[in-house]
């Protein structure tokens, strides 16, 4: 049997003819960014991030996440090269985003349990110059929001959540991209609401934040030629924002799937294995990846590709062993590094069935000798 890690072409032939007329009709108008695909998008995604205890969110749509992060952090207004607190084991862009807005990542260790910013170390991270808090929901789990949100209140900064991973998790009944000033959301085509291209949003309770953003993503400008931020040019475009409004309405039933998937794969793997935390009534992840931890992760890895199994490592280096990051010389991050030598992720998502489930299980079984 074969499994690779992703297999978005299969999912998405249920989309292909309502989003072929979409594009058609988009072509035909001219209408090509800032249309009606875009504002409808943005209205569902805000609708879709709210909750009983929060609603009134803005969304705005973007050229991609890395975009979404960036522009949150300058419409923030946060004083330039003061710190930002991120995790050590996340995607570069995290810290790409505060490199960007003129700001310092500081390093934070990651839970070994659940791979999120563990909130017990963020006073040793936290300086007079630390301005804001950037937690990543990584796989698909929120953080500990409210741990993290009070301790950002007694330190009077602000909090910006990575939910790249995340569309659609929940904590204790809140939906990722509420718990923040401001959310940055990734549609890169890999995540759980992958476009067909780059595409990004950025998430907010706060219009005067939203009214900012949207002027930061279009040139600084609100009003044609009339300029007053040194702003980007990062736009969700309407083809993307037609077809991701299709699958917006499908993400609930294949995160329901991804949540099946994942309690299976918690309840039959063997024990040697360090299995993620499952799901109980304060968290529901979204399950974007699915993260196992092995001392001889390589042999793990090289056997599943044998068998056909296709894994991936989220993330192989810390953020502080990137070269491009060498001349900000950030403290090595020890967590992450051991963490980052153990980790693979198990091919999750919409392409993997029951039987392909079971081979998974078999194989990783057969690996330890069961
Ligand atoms: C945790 C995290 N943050 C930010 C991003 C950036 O998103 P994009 O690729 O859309 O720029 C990614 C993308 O992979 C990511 O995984």
Redesign the pocket.
């Known amino acids: 049997m074969n499994i690779p890690f992703l297999d978005w072409a299969s999912h998405h032939r249920i989309f292909e003819k309502q989003w072929l007329k979409d594009a058609q009709e988009i072509y035909r108008s001219g209408i090509f960014l800032k249309g009606a695909y875009g504002a409808q998008f943005e209205n569902h995604f805000c609708r879709y991030c709210e909750s009983e205890e929060v609603s009134s969110l803005s969304a705005i749509g973007t050229g991609?996440?890395?975009d979404a992060?960036y522009l949150s952090l300058r419409a923030l207004d946060l004083p330039q090269g003061s710190e930002v607190i991120i995790p050590g084991n996340?995607?570069i862009?995290?810290a790409l985003a505060v490199i960007h807005a003129g700001l310092t990542p500081v390093l934070a260790p990651p839970s070994a349990t659940d791979y999120n910013l563990d909130p017990a170390e963020l006073d040793s991270c936290f300086s007079e110059n630390t301005v804001a808090v950037l937690p990543?929901h990584l796989c698909g789990r929120v953080c500990d929001m409210d741990l993290i949100n009070s301790w950002a209140k007694q330190k009077k900064i602000v909090v910006i959540e990575?939910a790249?991973?995340a569309h659609g998790a929940i904590y204790k009944g809140k939906k990722a991209g509420s718990f923040g000033d401001a959310a940055g959301f990734?549609f890169?085509p890999g995540k759980n609401l992958g476009a067909l291209g780059?595409a990004?949003a950025v998430v907010t309770p706060s219009t005067t934040t939203a009214q900012k953003v949207r002027s930061m993503q279009d040139y600084g400008s609100l009003q044609k030629y009339e300029h007053e931020d040194i702003g980007i040019n990062s736009r969700m475009d309407e083809l993307q924002a037609a077809f991701l409004s299709h699958k917006l309405a499908h993400l609930d039933s294949q995160l329901e799937h991804r949540r099946h998937l994942a309690q299976v794969l918690i309840d039959e793997l063997p024990d040697e294995l360090v299995l993620p935390p499952p799901d109980d009534n304060d968290y529901q992840s979204a399950w974007h990846l699915f993260v196992i931890r092995h001392p001889q992760r390589e042999r793990l890895s090289a056997y599943l590709a044998s068998k056909g199994i296709q894994c991936m490592i989220h993330y192989p280096r810390s953020i502080d062993q990137h070269n491009a990051l060498k001349t900000l010389k950030l403290a090595p991050c020890t967590v992450s590094r051991r963490l980052a030598g153990e980790i693979l992720s198990l091919p999750i998502g919409p392409h993997v069935n029951q039987g392909k489930l079971e081979y998974i299980i078999k194989q990783v079984r057969a690996f330890f000798g069961r």
Do not use: E, F, P
Request: glycine residues 12%; proline residues 0%; negative net charge.
């Open positions: 991609n996440g890395l992060l996340t995607y862009a995290t990543v990575d790249a991973h990734s890169y780059d990004g």
